[in-house]
Structure formats: C-alpha cells, structure tokens
C-alpha cells in the first residue's frame, strides 16, 4: 500500500461522539414538560395528605414529650447541624429551658409554616413563646389564576423557596443586659461583600434576624421535628459512641445543662 492519509476506522466519529445526534423537538419537550408537571402535582397533593395524616400522631407525641425532661434541648443538639449554631454555652443554658417546639403548617401552602419555641420560666428573656414564621408570598402571577379542584395553580406548581418565601423576625423581650445573647455573641461577617456570615452568633439571632441564611427553619422543621424522638435518641446521623468516652468524661462544669445524648438501654443478647 502506497504512503499517504492514514485512514480513520469505520465508525469513528461514532465512537467519539456516540450522543452528539440526540435533539429535542418541539413537541417531545412539550410532553416532557407536561409530565414535569403533572408528577409536581402528584407530589403536592401527596405531601398535603402526609401532613393532614401526621397531624395526630404528632399531636399524640406532643403531649407525651412534655412529659420527658428536656427532651427537644436534647433532641436539637443531637443534630450536629444544629448544634454548630447552638455552640455557645450560653446558648446551651438557655435551650435547657425549651419545654415544648412545635410546627405549624400553612393550610394552603403547606411547604411553609411558623415554627414555635415554647419555654419555662428563664433568667434570660421574659417571652414564653418565640416563633419563626414563614411566610409565603405568591408571585404576581398568582392573582388572575384559577385554582383546580384541589385548589392548585401553575404558580403554586412553580413554587420557590427562595423567591417566594419570606422568614419574619421576633423581637426578644430579654430581661437584662447581661443576658442578652445576641449582643454577647454577635454574628459578623468578615468582609461586607459575603453572603453568608462567617461568624454565626448566638442561636437566638435566628430569631432577632428576618433572613435565616444558614437555613435552620428547613432543618428543624423538615429533618429534626419529623424525627423527633430519633434525635433525642441519638439514633440519627454518625455512630453509636463508645461506652467508654462517657465513663472517662467524668463530671464537668456542663453536666449542669443536661444536654448529652440519653443512654438507651442496652438489649440483653440471646
């Protein structure tokens, strides 16, 4: 064979770009649209059900949780997530004093709620109940659609989180200056172009604060409260810890507050 242009294997080209003649038309894209939209349907109306089901049984938990010492301070700071914002020890100390959380759904937008810290008597701040609501704000979009059966719109289909909700702040009513968290552990940020603080702060500006940049309501309200009593378990996220850290811990200036993970009883091996 004469020397020249080495000649490409057939089906080459193939082979190097096996999805380079995928297209979509029109109408494929139009069908896959309508079923993008028809399963978030499904799914609304789904998660709207699983909420008028829990309801109860999270009602029936509530009145046996009061009944536990302690048990959502321990059942938070059992989340290593919201622990990281729950850092401080004055935190900690005030948490002690939460005796019942609580959420509560929007009736028509059930993908946004009011979450409710009840608490006991405390040195700290004189307002029983601090609540973070989430309010839900429908595009302009909104106002000249006519709901379905199930009262759903397109727009309630293009829900956002980030743009169309709205966290509201509480002010905290603290009884002295000493004890005011907020001011003791401020949250900074390191230059004033960040987005995100890179000092979080007292747990409590969660509260102070409209915006909740770290997203500790999603967490409480969609990981913590539905697995509640896994938390306060310490059954949720990480290995068991070994018995024997807690026997070389000793006592300590915290045992005070209470906060450690409670000890399951050990199952008797067959």
């Not at 080209?13 to 069908?31: C, N, Q, S, T, Y």
């Not at 993008?36 to 699983?50: D, F, G, I, M, N």
């Not at 704000?137 to 059966?149: H, K, S, V, Y």
Request: proline share 7%; glycine share 4%; aromatic share 10%.
């Amino acid at each position: 064979m004469s020397k020249g242009t080495k000649r490409a294997s057939p089906g080459a080209d193939v082979e190097k770009h096996p999805l380079a003649d995928v297209e979509l038309g029109d109408e494929e894209a139009a069908k896959l649209q309508a079923i993008t939209k028809e399963t978030s349907r499904v799914e609304l109306l789904l998660e709207r059900r699983a909420q008028e089901g829990l309801r109860p049984v999270y009602e029936k938990r509530r009145a046996v949780c009061k009944e536990i010492k302690k048990f959502w301070p321990v059942a938070l700071m059992n989340n290593s997530m919201f622990a990281i914002h729950a850092q401080h020890h004055d935190d900690q100390v005030a948490l002690s004093y939460l005796e019942d959380l609580w959420i509560v759904r929007d009736t028509k937008e059930p993908r946004v709620f009011t979450i409710e810290f009840y608490f006991k008597e405390n040195p700290y701040f004189s307002d029983s109940v601090l609540k973070k609501e989430y309010k839900y704000i429908p595009p302009p979009a909104a106002e000249n659609e006519t709901p379905d059966e199930d009262g759903i719109t397109d727009s309630v289909l293009d829900f956002s989180w980030e743009r169309d909700v709205a966290p509201q702040m509480q002010k905290i009513n603290w009884k002295d200056d000493s004890k005011l968290l907020t001011t003791l552990h401020p949250r900074e940020k390191f230059d004033e172009d960040d987005e995100m603080p890179s000092e979080p702060g007292s747990f409590f500006h969660y509260f102070e604060l409209d915006d909740d940049p770290f997203d500790i309501g999603v967490l409480i309200a969609n990981e913590i409260f539905p697995e509640a009593i896994e938390h306060f378990l310490g059954n949720v996220g990480g290995d068991d810890e070994d018995d024997s850290e807690d026997e070389e811990s000793g006592d300590s200036e915290e045992d005070e507050i209470d906060l450690e993970k409670p000890k399951p009883k050990k199952q008797r091996r067959a």
